[in-house]
C-alpha cells in the first residue's frame, strides 16, 4: 500500500500487482491476493491505472474476472485494467483438481471473449456464449465498469499467445525481454494483425529497474534475479543465442519449482554471462537507464512496467530518480513530439 501510494504521488500511470496462489520460491514476500490488494490502493491513490500483472482464466472463471475489474472500476473512478496470461503450473501442481494443462491459450481467447460479452450484457440483452471451455446461457451483469471497455493486455511469448494478443488484446505486457528480442515479438505479433501497429494498441513490458549513482552497483543489484529469470524463460535464450542453455532449461510456464528443478535452475543461473543478464534489465546511473529506456522504446515499447527491488532502500532510490529526472526527461520530450509520454 505504501509503495503504491508513493508511486501514485511520484509521476507515474500504472500500478501492476503479481497474481500467485503458491509461489514454492519466494524471492522477496509472500504473495498477497492481487485483486484484493488492488481493491485496497484503489481507494488510497488517485492517478494511476491498476492491474493484475498478470491473472489467469483458469482460477477464476471470466465471470468472476469480468466482475471484479468493473469493481475496481467504480472503486478507482475508471482506473482499471486487466492483464491477463494462460496460467503457470506451479499456481496449479498443489490443485490437480483444477486442470491447466488443457488448451491454456484456447482458455484465454475464449475467456477473453466471455468477459467483454458481460461487460457489454444487459437483461434485455443478455450474454449467450457456446464455447470450448466456457459457456453462457441468459448472463448478464448489472454492475458495469465506469470505461466502456477497461483495457485488457496479454502476457504471453509462443505463437498461439502472440496470435491471440494480435486479435484480441489491447496490448502485450510481457515479462523481461532484451530490447531485440522485443522489437523481434512484437513485429510478430503484428503480422498477425497488422492493424496492431496503430495508436489502438498499447506495447508494454514488465523489466527489472535499479537506478544508483554507482551504476555498477544497480547493474549487480539485479543480476541474480535476471539470471535465474533467464534461466526459466527458454525462448527468450534460444532468442539471444543461447541454445544449449535454453535445451536444459525448466520453462516458466510449466516448472513446479520441485527441489532438482530449483537445483537445476540455480545451477544453469551461474552459467549466464553478466553482460546478458544486464542486457534485459534497466540498472545503472540515472543517464545509463535513460539510454536503455531509449533501446526499450526503439523496440517498440510504449508502457514501461519497472520492477525495482523493495529491500535496501533500492525501490526508494529508483523512485526518486524517476521522479526526479527520468519521468520529467520523457515528458518533456513527448511535449516537444519526439517521444511519446
Not at 484484493?36 to 488517485?46: F, G, M, N, V
Not at 539485479?222 to 520453462?251: C, H, Q
Not at 540455480?266 to 531509449?294: K, M, Y
Not at 510504449?302 to 529491500?311: E, M, S, W
Request: aromatic share 8%; with cysteine; charged share 25%.
Amino acid at each position: 500500500m505504501e509503495c503504491a501510494i508513493m508511486v501514485d504521488r511520484s509521476g507515474f500511470d500504472v500500478v501492476t500487482l503479481p497474481d500467485h496462489v503458491f509461489h514454492p520460491v519466494t524471492i522477496a514476500q509472500p504473495p498477497w491476493d492481487a485483486h484484493s490488494l488492488l481493491a485496497a490502493i484503489a481507494t488510497r491513490t488517485e492517478r494511476v491505472m491498476l492491474s493484475p500483472g498478470v491473472s489467469d482464466a483458469i482460477r477464476r472463471h471470466p465471470a468472476t474476472l469480468a466482475l471484479e475489474t468493473s469493481t475496481l472500476d467504480h472503486l478507482s473512478n475508471g482506473r482499471a485494467m486487466l492483464s491477463l496470461g494462460a496460467g503457470e503450473e506451479f499456481n496449479f501442481t498443489p490443485t490437480p483438481e483444477v486442470e491447466w494443462s488443457h488448451s491454456p491459450a484456447s482458455k484465454l481467447r475464449e475467456a477473453i471473449q466471455v468477459v467483454r460479452l458481460l461487460w457489454e450484457s444487459t437483461k434485455e440483452h443478455p450474454a449467450n456464449y457456446q464455447g470450448r471451455h466456457f459457456r453462457l446461457s441468459e448472463a448478464y451483469h448489472t454492475l458495469k465498469p465506469l470505461q466502456k471497455f477497461p483495457p485488457v493486455y496479454v502476457g504471453g511469448y509462443g505463437p498461439k499467445m502472440k496470435r491471440l494478443t494480435a486479435e484480441l488484446a489491447d496490448g502485450w505486457v510481457p515479462w523481461v525481454e532484451s530490447p531485440e528480442t522485443y522489437a523481434k515479438g512484437l513485429k510478430e505479433i503484428r503480422s498477425y494483425a497488422p492493424g496492431k501497429g496503430g495508436t489502438g494498441f498499447d506495447p508494454a513490458l514488465m523489466v527489472f529497474t535499479s537506478v544508483d549513482s554507482d551504476g555498477a552497483k544497480a547493474r549487480e543489484a539485479l543480476r541474480a534475479r535476471a539470471k535465474w529469470t533467464l534461466s526459466i524463460r527458454t525462448r527468450l535464450l534460444e532468442d539471444m543465442g543461447y541454445g544449449d542453455l535454453a535445451r536444459r532449461s525448466v520453462d516458466v510456464w510449466k516448472a513446479r519449482f520441485s527441489a532438482d528443478e530449483v537445483a537445476l535452475i540455480d545451477a544453469l543461473s551461474r552459467e549466464i554471462p553478466d553482460d546478458v543478464a544486464d542486457g534485459v534489465t534497466l540498472a545503472g546511473t540515472t543517464d545509463e537507464v535513460i539510454d536503455g529506456i531509449e533501446r526499450y522504446h526503439d523496440a517498440g515499447v510504449r508502457l514501461l512496467v519497472i520492477n525495482p527491488n523493495v529491500d535496501g532502500g533500492e525501490f526508494e532510490r529508483t523512485l526518486s530518480a524517476f521522479q526526479r529526472t527520468i519521468i520529467p526527461h520523457f515528458r518533456e520530450r513527448g511535449t516537444q513530439g519526439q517521444v511519446p509520454p
